[in-house]
């Protein structure tokens, strides 16, 4: 799976600024959202006989696109391609063979939340530092 500073899909996060710290910010966002969504589908799996429990990781391929300088102003299109890594959890199978264990998914998306509102907040102040430039300049 990939992401885009404008991840398609009614759950992405849309922003108009496209400069290279918005897209990153954007697609940060768009990889928390896409993290919690799949906790979620693990926890509603927790009673699902077989069920394997997920994880991912997209703050590597993040860092790599913004090392090789994907996200700057004269890249072309809207932002990296940031990729999204799904592996099933190596968390031990119960008897019925599902092994999702609810309190470290629970504590996974409280994480992720955390992470997620921290990342809006730096979002929110990087948009209001452009709005001050944007007056300033008049």
Do not use: C, W
């Not at 897209?23 to 768009?30: G, S």
């Not at 799996?45 to 590597?60: I, K």
């Amino acid at each position: 799976m990939r992401i885009r500073a404008g991840l398609k899909g009614s759950s992405a996060v849309t922003i108009a600024v496209s400069d290279a710290v918005s897209q990153v910010l954007q697609t940060a966002l768009n990889g928390l959202n896409a993290r919690q969504n799949l906790i979620a589908q693990d926890i509603a799996n927790v009673d699902t006989p077989h069920y394997r429990a997920h994880s991912m990781d997209f703050e590597n391929s993040l860092k790599a696109a913004i090392a090789r300088g994907e996200f700057n102003d004269e890249h072309t299109g809207p932002g990296a391609n940031v990729t999204i890594t799904q592996s099933l959890d190596r968390t031990a199978v119960g008897a019925d063979g599902n092994n999702v264990d609810l309190r470290k998914k629970m504590i996974a998306s409280i994480q992720t939340q955390y992470s997620y509102q921290v990342v809006a907040r730096a979002f929110s102040d990087h948009l209001g530092l452009l709005k001050t430039a944007a007056v300033e300049a008049r």
